[in-house]
């Protein structure tokens, strides 16, 4: 399966795509992969055992994956994106590719995103999602209240896409949610360094995964629904 055809720029000017600047840039597409991708994309997810978001690693993962990687990174897409959001030739900065399976409640506190980020995009690829809102992704006008939405949340089923550009106010997050989560996470950075230094976090943070999981587990279980962090 070629990359273009599982993203194209030219599906985002669908007429239910939502595009706003205030109180920060962000754009939420729907319908943004091809149906007949669904069961590839399904097969080919990497099956991860530890909760949260890992760096993109090829061998963990099949063909159709790495597809939709380079489709996601290549600097054509990012460019017609990041043009939606005002910011100028955002394939030229370097990107960082994480991936996620499942979550523990832990996940999902309102934060902003760092500063060496210049925009992230989210492509959610769950086949499926229960009747509540939990675990579905807000932008948010304050950084302490779960329910100040900006927009209709996102409920991360296959082909929503979203992307924001990171701002001091660019305030996200969801309602504690633990099970199945497929997500691809995309980060334009500001630096080369500031990608190493994000992967090595993102290995060692996975390694405490691996061995701690239980407690991670245990001790988001607690978290409440306006919790925030600062990143």
């Not at 832990?106 to 989210?122: E, F, N, P, Y």
């Not at 932008?139 to 701002?167: H, N, Q, S, T, W």
Request: glycine residues 8%; neutral net charge.
């Amino acid at each position: 399966m070629l990359a273009p055809t599982l993203l194209d720029p030219a599906r985002l000017d669908r007429p239910d795509t939502l595009v706003r600047d205030d109180p920060f840039p962000f754009l939420i597409a729907h319908g943004q992969l091809p149906e007949e991708a669904r069961a590839d994309l399904t097969r080919d997810f990497p099956k991860y055992s530890a909760a949260g978001f890992f760096p993109y690693d090829q061998k963990e993962c099949g063909e159709s994956i790495h597809a939709l990687v380079a489709a996601l990174t290549s600097p054509s897409f990012a460019s017609a994106v990041g043009a939606k959001l005002g910011i100028d030739n955002l394939g030229q900065y370097p990107s960082l590719v994480t991936l996620c399976r499942n979550l523990n409640k832990r996940h999902g506190t309102i934060h902003t995103d760092s500063q060496s980020k210049v925009a992230t995009a989210l492509l959610y690829l769950n086949p499926s999602w229960h009747d509540t809102s939990d675990g579905c992704l807000r932008f948010l006008a304050k950084i302490d209240d779960i329910d100040a939405a900006i927009a209709p949340e996102v409920k991360p089923l296959y082909g929503e896409f979203v992307i924001f550009k990171r701002a001091d106010n660019s305030f996200h997050g969801h309602l504690p949610y633990e099970g199945e989560r497929r997500v691809i996470q995309v980060a334009w950075l500001t630096s080369e360094e500031a990608k190493q230094r994000k992967t090595q976090r993102g290995v060692a943070s996975r390694f405490f995964k691996k061995i701690a999981g239980g407690l991670d587990r245990r001790f988001g279980a607690g978290r409440g629904r306006n919790a925030s962090h600062p990143d």
